[in-house]
């Protein structure tokens, strides 16, 4: 189920850092503006100590995490929505993902140009967001363009598309984003025809130094982007890239201690990826056993066919049933056997909406 999270931000706050974190490879990372021309893409496993729990009590001979994928977008400038510093392609590499991972600069270092000159997180913020924002209306009145005539003709169609395009119109001339707008079925089934750059949904990553992060409320940089977040219901999450390039290169051993002596329960990347994963409904479902322990990734609302047919096109075609325990159940009894034996397993049928942490054996046949 591929879905990608863009890593966007300003020149120079720390994507290609953090991105490096993510994939474990080395991405141009360099001191100066436009050292990503291209996207890049990585995928990383989602983190899920459920896994780790599985392993322990069915010592599979072999384990596989759910995906998920990120691209490195170039830094964004003033001017972007009108071509300036490669401005359309990388607004168009932004198109093409799902999500979008915004990285702020929260830190002060005389050595790291800024190309605004100066640190201002919000302003930085707001600067990307209307680029997107003018983008966005730019592909809204060319829209506009096309549907009015036949509007005014009073197509029933046109005339609710072109509702839809006015209130987001105005929206975008205010410089307001299309996810923070109270939208009707009609008004979100119509917008994605459109791929607004405004409509998707948004994690905060606030950058700031190793001496900060393991007490982000000590920077006020942080504060006024978890505020600007906050009120916009998006999340924010603090992050050090540096230590977490330097971390990615860890075992998972190695990493925890670290972690450890720095009173820091999960590492910043671990945080973004499950947030990633979370923000665009993704949940997983596990198969488990002696030969393979595998998590896979569904949407939330998915029926238990659907999910089969993630597995293979023939189980769901040729779904029965599905026998299912939940994760927690199966860590309360320590073992499948004393789980049955206490009448945990349940068999569920072809309306059963599957839930996250569901482990799963499905009967078919074709």
């Known amino acids: 189920m591929s879905l990608t999270a863009g890593i966007v931000g300003l020149p120079n706050v720390g994507k290609s850092t953090l991105f490096n974190a ?5 991405v141009l990372a360099e001191n100066y503006p436009f050292a990503t021309i ?3 893409v990585g995928v990383v496993e989602v983190p899920d100590q459920r896994m780790e729990d599985f392993v322990k009590i069915f010592k599979p001979k072999k384990t596989i995490y759910t995906t998920f994928e990120f691209t490195d977008i170039a830094g964004l400038v003033k001017g972007a929505s009108k071509g300036e510093g490669l ?3 990388f607004l168009g590499n932004i198109r093409q993902t799902d999500a979008i991972i915004h990285v702020v600069r929260c830190f002060d270092d005389s050595n790291i140009e800024h190309v605004e000159g100066s640190v ?14 003018l983008s966005d209306l730019e592909s809204v ?14 197509d029933k169609d046109a005339v609710k598309e072109m509702d839809t395009l006015s209130k987001f119109e105005k929206a975008l001339q205010a410089g307001t984003a299309v996810r923070n707008l109270e939208l009707t079925e009609d008004d979100q089934e119509i917008m994605r025809n459109y791929g607004l750059l405004t409509a998707k949904p948004v994690i905060y990553v606030a950058n700031m130094s190793d001496e ?33 390039e330097e971390l990615s290169g860890l075992d998972k051993e190695e990493k925890k201690a670290f972690l450890d002596d720095l009173g820091i329960a999960q590492s910043g990347l671990d945080q973004i990826i499950q947030a990633a994963y979370h923000l665009l409904g993704l949940r997983t479902f596990f198969t488990v056993g002696e030969p393979e322990c595998r998590a896979w990734t569904f949407h939330n609302g998915m029926k238990a066919p659907q999910c089969a047919g993630i597995i293979h096109t023939d189980f769901e075609k040729g779904f029965i049933r599905a026998e299912i325990y939940g994760y927690e159940d199966l860590m309360q009894y320590g073992s499948e056997k004393a789980l049955k034996d206490a009448g945990k397993l ?13 482990v799963v054996f499905f009967r078919f046949n074709v």
């Open 22 to 26: 993510i994939t474990n490879s080395q």
């Open 38 to 40: 291209s996207p890049n």
């Open 87 to 89: 401005g359309n392609q």
């Open 120 to 133: 201002d997180p919000v302003r930085d913020i707001e600067e990307i967001n209307l680029e997107l924002a």
């Open 141 to 154: 009145q060319n829209r506009i363009a096309k549907v009015v005539k036949k509007a005014q003709t009073k």
């Open 212 to 244: 900060e992060i393991s007490d982000p409320s000590s920077n006020p940089y942080y504060a006024k982007v978890k505020k600007l977040a906050d009120d916009e219901g998006s999340e924010c999450i603090a992050i050090c890239a540096k230590m977490e």
């Open 346 to 358: 349940r068999v569920e049928g072809k309306e059963y909406l599957m839930q996250d942490g569901d």
